[in-house]
């Protein structure tokens, strides 16, 4: 028999353990190259 | 929907990103007016000189400060109304660009300005542009057309 499942568990935090900090980073890293270059592009446009 | 804190930061990051980039986009086009070149108009690619706008090419002022450019291209030349091939457009001038091809498909390129058409058999395209910078520009076919496509060109003087 295996064991009995155990009823009322209190809430487990799923991500425990699990470090992000690096992912975040790396997207925010991404995110701001695209945004200066969404703007330069835009700023080129107008001057022209 | 339990989601990791950094998770929950990166999705409000790209969505107001988003955001941001599309009302931009919205305020350039219809309170800016900025729009993409346009090729609606068609007319008949063997009568183009007969066409009423093609006529006579070139450069005529049509309001205050504004201005209607109508140049023909063909294998290998822009027809721009004087042999010299220069164009002399008053600083901050409003211009209508519309230009046309007799024959295949030309470019039509202001470079270092925003005008950048492709000319088709059978369509007039069109642009409006407000040169803002004074200086010497060159007018450009950018799509390949023939083998005396590197001959095309012709020149826009902005002065002061």
Redesign the interface.
């Known amino acids: 028999m295996g064991e009995p499942q155990k009823k009322n568990q209190a809430h487990v935090d ?2 425990e353990g ?1 470090d ?2 690096g ?2 980073f790396g ?2 890293v991404v ?1 701001f190259v ?2 200066i270059m ?1 703007f330069g592009v ?1 700023s080129l ?1 107008l ?2 | 929907m339990n989601m990791h804190k950094y998770e929950k930061i990166w999705i409000f990051f790209g969505s107001a990103t988003l955001l941001v980039f599309l009302t931009l986009v919205g305020i350039s086009a219809f309170y800016m007016g900025n729009k993409p070149p346009s090729c609606a108009v068609t007319l008949d690619p063997e009568t183009v000189r007969e066409h009423a706008l093609f006529k006579e090419p070139g450069l005529k002022e049509i309001g205050d400060n504004e201005y209607q450019l109508t140049i023909v291209a063909s294998a290998f030349d822009y027809d721009v109304g004087n042999p010299e091939k220069v164009i002399e457009i008053p600083k901050g001038a409003k211009v209508h660009v519309s230009s046309t091809t007799t024959d295949v498909i030309h470019g039509f390129e202001i470079a270092g300005t925003n005008v950048n058409m492709m000319l088709e058999p059978g369509y007039i395209s069109t642009y409006t542009n407000t040169f803002k910078n004074a200086g010497t520009y060159t007018l450009v076919c950018n799509e390949y057309c023939g083998v005396g496509h590197h001959l095309m060109s012709a020149t826009i003087e902005v002065v002061e």
Do not use: M, Y
């Open positions: 799923e991500h699990i992000l900090r992912t975040l997207v925010g995110g695209i945004i969404w835009w446009f001057s022209r």
